[in-house]
């Protein structure tokens, strides 16, 4: 059975502050994601990293960035966290092609 | 046009009702087809997945793809309150140029 872990559930910040999401994955997927969903737009891809130390921008990469320094581990980093990035964060991965992704439970990030 | 057409909602159901969830895309490239069901504040979970064009059943649930009229359904017999969640179509290309592309999710909610 997949399993996609986040490191939390519920998160509260302070704008300007370093926020770090950690996403693990138990099944040695290739495909690691990051989205973030928001009322009325759907899920949107802000990295995905198909390899170690690899990564690639998605539609939303701005005021992001990740780290991949292990295959099960995928890390979301808001450098400084601003308000328009209060929102739900999920992680996915998949096994190499891709054609179908399992997602962690998400973290529901508020910045105030 | 959007890749992904999908139809927000929200759809209100009787228990027992036949539900159907539809999605319409752009992009004949689409190979593998996915539905995803989110419940309020969890993560999305597969539902279901196709491959090409044609009928797949689950219990309950069955996905049917048309690749002729670009359009796929997920159809819901004998619908449970349990059902009620937002729903997601997905759909991936494989082979050079993969994407993976979402629909913005349909709120079904089943009415003891």
């Known amino acids: 059975d997949v399993k996609v872990t986040q490191s939390s559930r519920y998160l509260v910040k302070r704008t300007g502050e370093k926020v770090f999401l950690e996403c693990v994955q138990d099944?040695?997927?290739?495909?690691m994601f990051w989205y973030r969903q928001d009322p009325g737009l759907g899920l949107r891809l802000i990295y995905f990293?198909?390899?170690?130390?690899?990564?690639e921008k998605g539609d939303i990469p701005e005021g992001y960035s990740v780290s991949r320094e292990k295959k099960e581990r995928f890390s979301l980093i808001l450098e400084s966290a601003s308000t328009n990035q209060t929102s739900m964060y999920l992680c996915?991965?998949?096994?190499?092609?891709?054609?179908?992704?399992?997602f962690g439970p998400g973290t529901r990030l508020t910045v105030l | 046009q959007k890749e992904v057409e999908q139809d927000p909602g929200p759809l209100s159901v009787p228990e027992g009702a036949i539900v159907s969830l539809n999605c319409t895309y752009s992009?004949?490239?689409?190979?593998?087809f996915m539905w995803y069901r989110q419940y309020s504040r969890k993560g999305p979970e597969l539902l279901m997945y196709t491959y090409s064009s044609g009928n797949k059943e689950d219990g309950r649930f069955t996905a049917q793809v048309d690749k002729s009229s670009k359009y796929i359904s997920l159809f819901i017999r004998d619908s449970q309150p349990s059902d009620s969640a937002t729903y997601l179509c997905?759909?991936?290309?494989?082979?050079?140029?993969?994407?993976?592309?979402f629909g913005k999710g349909m709120k079904l909610t089943v009415n003891p």
């Open positions: 990293s198909y390899d170690v130390k690899m990564k």
């Open positions: 996915a991965s998949s096994p190499a092609g891709m054609d179908t992704q399992y």
């Open positions: 992009n004949s490239a689409f190979q593998y």
């Open positions: 099944m040695d997927h290739e495909n």
């Open positions: 997905a759909m991936f290309t494989q082979g050079g140029s993969e994407k993976l592309v």
